[in-house]
């Protein structure tokens, strides 16, 4: 059944034009580029882009990468922490000079701290984060992928809905599967695979008996 499932989830994405994250930045002829390889916009996208170029000109973007994921982590577990760097009521010169003397960070993160700092805009690292995480799965040629089911999948399961999910990116790319559990589906799988999205859920079936109007 669940083997089924997966086929019919296949069938359906492969029907669309497979999604991307970004629009693709213009090809270059200089090899020595920095670029992302993608394109993104908006503000946080600027500090994002900014660092990537940095990181990478530094031979360092993994360490970078690491680094600010560390610190979104904190800023959104630890409550002090977050209202530090959220705080409008702290000024600038305060927090500039807290992230200026980080000694266990690279001097390409600090740099964007220092930036966003001065900008006031510290509290919005976790955005800024979450779009380099774009750019740099866009480098790895990642593609992520939200499988709900009502019950945790086993390890055979996900293999198999990861293989399934495979045929429909491009060559060269990867699928980056998150496995969600949501009791409230009751059965059958819910996909989402960059902006597409399949409901193959018993309770989505459930939904469309309980609206049909009987006469």
């Known amino acids: 059944m669940f083997s089924v499932t997966v086929r019919s989830a296949t069938k359906h994405l492969s029907r669309a034009n497979t999604p991307g994250v970004a629009a693709r930045a213009f090809s270059t002829s200089d090899a020595s580029s920095h670029r992302p390889v993608i394109m993104v916009h908006g503000i946080h996208a600027r500090y994002a882009n900014a660092t990537y170029v940095a990181a ?97 999948l086993t390890p055979a399961q996900l293999k198999e809905v990861q293989a399934a999910m495979q045929t429909q990116i491009p060559k060269g790319k990867s699928v980056v599967i998150d496995s969600v559990v949501d009791p409230s589906i009751v059965g059958g799988l819910q996909v989402q695979i960059g902006d597409q999205f399949l409901d193959l859920s018993v309770k989505s079936r459930i939904d469309e008996f309980s609206n049909m109007s009987i006469a």
Do not use: C, H, W
């Open 56 to 152: 990478s000109k530094a031979g360092t973007l993994d360490k970078v990468e690491t680094e600010l994921n560390s610190l979104k982590a904190a800023q959104e577990t630890s409550a002090k922490f977050a209202s530090f760097m959220g705080n409008p009521l702290i000024s600038r010169d305060r927090k500039t000079a807290y992230v200026e003397k980080l000694d266990k960070v690279s001097d390409v993160t600090r740099n964007l701290l220092v930036t966003m700092a001065g900008n006031a805009r510290l509290g919005e690292l976790p955005k800024v984060v979450e779009t380099f995480s774009k750019l740099m799965k866009a480098k790895r040629g990642e593609v992520d992928a939200k499988i709900i089911s009502a019950e945790k």
